[in-house]
């Protein structure tokens, strides 16, 4: 399905004769090619992810994940926080994944200590922003140390919460005790299922988050992001922003900001490699399907605040 859709979005992209889009104007042409190219860029992923979840759920000995990870809590997210290395998916793809490992046992805060730093903590990323920066500016060091202990903090601070499953969606969390009540057998059957189920999710929100970013990148002129881009408060809040808009996969990342290198500072281009894999327009979209509203809010604000002062101390300390 996924190598099919993308076959499909390729096609038109280049088999579309150039008189069927004469009439668009040259926003509405990138507000398309932009779009699509998110979606052709994610959809890999997020299949990928939604069968690494399916089979965590419906393949894996019940509570094999549970009695593997140490009882301690904080021990066990740090852990969690590291399965990046075991899982390399970008941010698209760790939603169903997450979404999986929620409804194999894993609580709320645990699922959402693995959500944030994965896309970060994998070998992909980290060889990539290696290939991009090397070890110039410390920015390669500060996304990964920053990004695990973003993740930690916010596994932390939601662990703290009273009910846990308010956070979820009653849709999910309707999920989640149908899947409790399903006899453990059949797994083939089971797999389809759950694909189905997270494929029906996954898609919508993905071409929503996909359509909105292609707008927002359309409508916002990156000229006035450049022209912050030497100041060391504005350059880190610009580029934010910037990764907020553009909502490009963590595993290439590092070289699309490469090129800003000689006009932002290096906190703001670590800001950017730390805040763009956690919280987009596209990933927002995602979590929609998992996370009440007021939980995304709640952890967007902490996140954008821990990567600006990240961004803030890189520039100022070092």
């Given at each position: 399905m996924g190598i099919v859709a993308v076959l499909v979005l390729l096609g038109i992209r280049y088999l579309t004769p150039p008189e069927v889009t004469a009439w668009m104007t040259d926003p509405a042409r990138d507000f398309v090619t932009l779009s699509i190219s998110v979606v052709i860029e994610s959809l890999p992923f997020v299949f990928l992810g939604i069968v690494l979840s399916s089979l965590v759920q419906v393949w894996l000995p019940e509570g094999f994940l549970l009695r593997r990870l140490p009882k301690n809590p904080a021990l066990r997210r740090l852990c969690i926080s590291l399965l990046g290395v075991l899982l390399p998916v970008c941010e698209c793809g760790n939603v169903p994944l997450a979404r999986g490992l929620i409804m194999s046992g894993l609580t709320v805060a645990d699922s959402m200590t693995f959500l944030f730093a994965a896309p970060i903590i994998n070998p992909i990323t980290i060889i990539t922003t290696y290939q991009a920066f090397g070890f110039n500016d410390g920015i390669l060091v500060s996304r990964i140390v920053g990004g695990l202990l973003i993740a930690n903090l916010v596994g932390w601070i939601f662990s703290?919460?009273?009910?846990?499953?308010?956070?979820?969606?009653?849709?999910?969390?309707?999920?989640?005790?149908?899947?409790?009540?399903?006899?453990?057998?059949?797994?083939?059957?089971?797999?389809?299922?759950?694909?189905?189920?997270?494929?029906?999710?996954?898609?919508?929100?993905?071409?929503?988050?996909?359509?909105?970013?292609?707008?927002?990148?359309?409508?916002?002129?990156?000229?006035?992001?450049?022209?912050?881009?030497?100041?060391?408060?504005?350059?880190?809040?610009?580029?934010?922003?910037?990764?907020?808009?553009?909502a490009i996969c963590s595993n290439v990342d590092a070289f699309f900001i490469l090129s800003f290198g000689?006009?932002?500072?290096?906190?703001?281009?670590?800001?950017?490699?730390?805040?763009?894999?956690?919280?987009?327009?596209?990933?927002?979209?995602?979590l929609r399907t998992t996370f009440t509203a007021k939980t995304l809010v709640q952890v967007s604000i902490l996140i954008a605040m821990c990567a600006a002062t990240l961004g803030l101390a890189v520039n100022y300390v070092f």
């Open positions: 703290r919460h009273p009910q846990p499953e308010s956070l979820l969606t009653p849709g999910f969390q309707e999920t989640c005790a149908v899947d409790a009540a399903t006899p453990r057998t059949h797994r083939a059957r089971r797999t389809f299922v759950q694909f189905s189920q997270e494929t029906s999710a996954m898609m919508p929100a993905l071409f929503i988050g996909a359509g909105i970013a292609g707008l927002i990148q359309v409508a916002v002129s990156r000229n006035i992001l450049l022209a912050l881009g030497s100041n060391p408060v504005w350059s880190v809040l610009a580029l934010m922003i910037l990764a907020f808009v553009v000689s006009t932002f500072l290096p906190g703001g281009i670590v800001a950017f490699l730390v805040f763009g894999p956690m919280i987009d327009v596209k990933m927002l979209a995602l």
